[in-house]
């Protein structure tokens, strides 16, 4: 199935390409500045992230000596969680977004999360290379433990993507999903330890935060980028089942419900 999925995927490489190319331009067609603005918008993140939380609130982190700790942990689960929100989006609104699409052209539906996630993708890349270049600037890249990001990465996108087929399936059948999602959304963000860290929080509190998928996801790009540490990769199997399952049951459901789509699309 997978190899058969694969396969369609790559003799559809074209249109995949084509319409990550057209996205692109699209969102920067009408702009003075053009795609300068993916480059403006996260320099102005780090620098705000870097002035307020290093110089002006001193902030430190346990067990990190540099005085850009705290901004770089701040950055890293920032972006870390843009990218999920960002395929999480797409994908929850896909159906809605290409119904014309779905229902005038023949052509492998496994093609349309694979664009949503070269687009966000392509953003992320960006963003991060910038992000990459003040570590090395400021002197903390954290050395070749920094490439344990990859895996990590492929977790993060499979645990998104599978989440976002289910509920865009969902979301054509009940448009409250995605109003619902939006609220969901905020909530998780602070659920999830991006501006604090886990050990700010009581104890009796932590277990439950634990439990949050993105917690380990979040906390392997911090270990790597912020103490220059292995993730703690036992705390990332119960995402990786999860991401498993998740992206069985959407394409599962997507097949089931296919034909009944279209007629409501």
């Excluded at 369609?8 to 795609?35: C, D, H, P, T």
């Excluded at 999480?88 to 159906?95: E, G, H, P």
Aim: glycine share 8%.
């Amino acid at each position: 199935m997978a190899i058969g999925l694969i396969r369609s995927a790559w003799n559809y490489r074209g249109f995949i390409l084509g319409s990550v190319k057209r996205e692109f331009q699209s969102r920067y067609r009408n702009s003075m500045l053009g795609a300068a603005w993916m480059i403006i918008n996260p320099l102005a993140m780090i620098t705000v992230y870097t002035v307020i939380f290093s110089q002006m609130m001193r902030a430190r982190l346990a067990g990190v000596d540099s005085h850009l700790g705290y901004s770089i942990y701040l950055c890293a689960g920032t972006l870390t969680w843009a990218f999920f929100a960002d395929v999480l989006s797409r994908a929850q609104n896909v159906f809605l977004d290409q119904a014309n699409l779905i229902k005038k052209l023949s052509f492998p539906r496994i093609c349309l999360p694979i664009v949503i996630v070269l687009n966000a993708g392509l953003n992320f890349a960006i963003i991060f290379s910038i992000f990459i270049v003040f570590l090395l600037l400021s002197g903390n890249f954290p050395g070749w433990i920094f490439f344990a990001i990859i895996p990590v990465l492929v977790l993060q996108v499979m645990f998104s993507i599978g989440l976002g087929i289910i509920l865009g399936v969902l979301n054509v059948f009940f448009r409250d999903v995605g109003q619902l999602m939006g609220v969901v959304l905020q909530f998780w963000f602070w659920l999830t330890p991006i501006v604090y860290p886990l050990t700010a929080l009581p104890e009796p509190v932590r277990p439950f935060v634990e439990l949050n998928p993105m917690t380990s996801v979040v906390g392997a790009y911090q270990s790597v980028l912020v103490r220059g540490e292995a993730p703690h990769w036992a705390n990332l199997v119960p995402v990786l089942v999860l991401a498993t399952v998740l992206c069985l049951m959407g394409m599962g459901l997507f097949r089931k419900r296919a034909g009944e789509m279209v007629d409501e699309l």
